[in-house]
T-cell receptor
Framework: SAVISQKPSRDICQRGTSLTIQCQVD?????MFWYRQQPGQSLTLIAT?????????ESGFVIDKFPISRPNLTFSTLTVSNMSPEDSSIYLC????????????FGPGTRLTVL | AQSVTQLDSQVPVFEEAPVELRCNYS??????LFWYVQYPNQGLQLLLK??????LVKSINGFEAEFNKSQTSFHLRKPSVHISDTAEYFC????????????FGQGTRLTINP
C-alpha cells in the first residue's frame, strides 16, 4: 500500500487567514482526492486532483475557497482560504491504489481549528 | 447519486461478544462497497471491500461483510470482538463506472467494554 504523509498534522488558525495543507505519497499515483471530516460527522469529498489538469470540485465546494495544486504524481496541496470557524475540520488526502483496484488509501489527516 | 446509511451511530458491546454494524446504501447504478476503520487518533484504514465475485468478504483481523444486492446492504460482522477493535467504522460506496469517488456513511462508533 502507498505511504501517505500530510503536513501540518494539526494547526490552529485565526479567522480570515489561509492555510495550505500538503500531501506527499511515496509512489506515483494517478488520482488524488481531498476530503473533509467535520466534527462528529462523516467524510465528504471536496475535490479530485489529477496531475496536469484542473481539480474537479464536488457540489458545495469552490476553487476560490479550496484551491488545489497537483504539480506532479506524488504531491498535492489544498488551501483553505479566508477561514471561518465553520472550516474547523479534519482534512484528509487519499490516493488511488492503482489501476483496476478501485481502492483508496488515506493520509493521517490535518486537524484544523479556526478561532 | 449514491447515499449510505449506517443505522447505528454507537454500538457498545462486551469483549468476546459478537457484533454487527449495519450499512445500507442507495444507488441507481452498480457500486463497489467498502468498510474503513479509524482507530483513535489514527488515519482511515481500509478494512475490507467488495468489488465482485463471492458476496462474502473477510478481513485479516476476523471481520467479514456480506453484500446483499436485493436488500442493498453490506453489514459488517465479527463473531468475537477484542478491546483493540474499539474504533469508528465507516461504510462507503463508489460507482463501478465512476471516477472512484467515495461516498461515506455517517460512521458507527464501536466501543468494546471489558
Amino acid at each position: 500500500s502507498a505511504v501517505i504523509s500530510q503536513k501540518p498534522s494539526r494547526d490552529i488558525c485565526q479567522r480570515g487567514t489561509s492555510l495550505t495543507i500538503q500531501c506527499q505519497v511515496d509512489s506515483q499515483v494517478t488520482m488524488m482526492f481531498w476530503y473533509r471530516q467535520q466534527p462528529g460527522q462523516s467524510l465528504t469529498l471536496i475535490a479530485t486532483a489529477n496531475q496536469g489538469s484542473e481539480a474537479t470540485y464536488e457540489s458545495g465546494f469552490v476553487i476560490d475557497k479550496f484551491p488545489i495544486s497537483r504539480p506532479n504524481l506524488t504531491f498535492s496541496t489544498l488551501t483553505v482560504s479566508n477561514m471561518s470557524p465553520e472550516d474547523s475540520s479534519i482534512y484528509l488526502c487519499s490516493v488511488d491504489a492503482g489501476p483496476r483496484t478501485d481502492t483508496q488509501y488515506f493520509g493521517p489527516g490535518t486537524r484544523l481549528t479556526v478561532l | 447519486a449514491q447515499s449510505v446509511t449506517q443505522l447505528d451511530s454507537q454500538v457498545p458491546v462486551f469483549e468476546e461478544a459478537p457484533v454487527e454494524l449495519r450499512c445500507n446504501y442507495s444507488s441507481s447504478v452498480s457500486v463497489y462497497l467498502f468498510w474503513y476503520v479509524q482507530y483513535p487518533n489514527q488515519g482511515l484504514q481500509l478494512l475490507l471491500k467488495y468489488l465482485s465475485g463471492s458476496t462474502l468478504v473477510k478481513s485479516i483481523n476476523g471481520f467479514e461483510a456480506e453484500f446483499n444486492k436485493s436488500q442493498t446492504s453490506f453489514h459488517l460482522r465479527k463473531p468475537s470482538v477484542h478491546i483493540s477493535d474499539t474504533a469508528e467504522y465507516f461504510c462507503a460506496v463508489s460507482e463501478i463506472q465512476g471516477a472512484q469517488k467515495l461516498v461515506f456513511g455517517q460512521g458507527t462508533r464501536l466501543t468494546i467494554n471489558p
